[in-house]
Structure formats: C-alpha cells, structure tokens
C-alpha cells in the first residue's frame, strides 16, 4: 500500500491533487503545529490583472498550535468576501455553472475550525476530479508520534504501507535509511505543471486546483495527469 502524507491545505493547487491522487492513502497531517502565512488557511485564484489571495481569518492562538485545533475568526465576513471573489473571477469559465452550487454551499456553510473547512472542500475536490484516494486524519492515528521523519514512519508504519511517496523536497531532508530498515520503500512525486487555456492570459501556474475544475470540468483530471498535456519544463513542488 502507498501512503502520501501532507498538511490539510485550503483550495491547494494542483500538485496536492497530483500527489494525493498516485496513493492508495493521503494522511492529511492535521496535529503538526500551524504554519503561519502559509497555505493552510488561504490561495491563488486566476484573475484579469494576475491572481488575487483567498484568506480563511484565523482566531488568535498559541505559536505551537496545532492545526486541528486552529479556530476560524467568524466575527469577520470571510465567506462573503471570498466567494464574492471566486464567482466574479469565475462566472464566465465553461464549467463554474456545474460546480458553483455545491462549492457554494461547502464554502458558506459556518465552521468553527479551519481543519473542517478545507476537509470539506478538499473532499469535493477528490470527488470532482474523480480521485478515489481513501483519506485519513492523522490526528485518527493512536501511533502517529515523533517529529519529522520519525512522525512519517510511524504513519506509514501504522498503515502497514510499503511505500512512502513524499514530494521532490523530501530527497534533501528524509532520512532513507530509517525507511530501509522499516521494510518501507520510499518513492519522489515529480511534477510538471500542466498547462491548460485559463479565463485570461497569459497562463500563469501554482492557482488553486479550482482554476482547472471551472475551466475544463470533466477534463480536469486528464489534463492534470495525461502525457499528452502541455506541461512547464520545470519541476514543482
């Protein structure tokens, strides 16, 4: 079994989907501590000049938080503000009209905690880019401990997985060897952004994977994974 494991982020781009999709189980790893002005609570969308931020408020909290237990600042009009974004940027793409209910329903429905928000939306994201992975919250795990590598080993171990896909990064900080003596091989996401026609040119890479989803529907997924796609020479991550 291949297990991927990565930090519940809002909206991601496309390499979270890319990523989530080669496993048979993404962890989403919701008990490391916050990141701040990371994408954990915001994203990328397309617009006319370049793209604009989408920015879930936090509530205040401790520098060691963890993720699943970072509250959302509801006494700030978020919801209206951002999906009033997304829809004036998006009304015109061929495929908002067979998305926008739903994803307005998800994103305006009140949350207290922002691990439940971007759960909710990256579930329909799986479900509209037809990506069966299984997802599991770290925070299920009774044996998700350590730091860093040894957090990841002890997720894949619990799992019994016998492959750790991690991303391109991963080559310059895992510790191989502790994979190797655990019987878990370890495999390297290598992404190349795809390029598709967008609203508005020229294209611009690294929006949120709702970018793709409202421009081409259910051609999304072909592009984001096909050998056939157009794709920048160079790696992401």
Not at 61 to 77: A, C, D, S, V, W
Not at 104 to 130: C, H, I, M, Q
Request: proline share 4%; hydrophobic share 40%; charged share 25%.
């Amino acid at each position: 079994m291949k297990v991927t494991i990565h930090q519940p982020e809002h909206l991601p781009w496309l390499g979270f989907l890319d990523k989530s999709s080669m496993a048979d189980v993404v962890v989403f790893l919701d008990t490391v501590q916050y990141r701040k002005n990371y994408f954990l609570n915001r994203n990328k969308v397309r617009t006319a000049q370049e793209f604009a931020w989408i920015t879930v408020p936090v509530a205040k909290h401790k520098l060691q938080t963890p993720i699943n237990e970072i509250g959302i600042n509801n006494l700030l009009t978020w919801q209206n503000k951002c999906w009033r974004t997304i829809e004036q940027n998006y009304s015109k793409a061929d495929y908002f009209g067979d998305f926008s209910e739903k994803f307005r329903v998800l994103y305006t429905t009140p949350y207290d905690f922002l691990v439940d928000l971007n759960v909710a939306l990256l579930k329909f994201l799986f479900e509209s880019y037809g990506i069966r992975t299984r997802i599991i919250m770290a925070s299920e795990l009774e044996g998700a401990e350590g730091q860093r590598d040894e957090l990841l080993l002890s997720i894949c171990r619990e799992l019994e997985a016998d492959c750790y896909l991690s991303g391109i990064s991963g080559k310059e900080y895992l510790d191989m060897r502790i994979f190797e003596e655990a019987g878990i091989g370890v495999e390297f996401q290598e992404f190349y952004h795809p390029v598709y026609k967008q609203l508005y040119d020229p294209f611009i890479p690294c929006m949120s994977s709702i970018d793709l989803l409202f421009n081409h529907g259910p051609n999304a997924f072909d592009i984001l994974k096909s050998p056939k796609t157009e794709r920048l020479a160079y790696q992401f991550e």
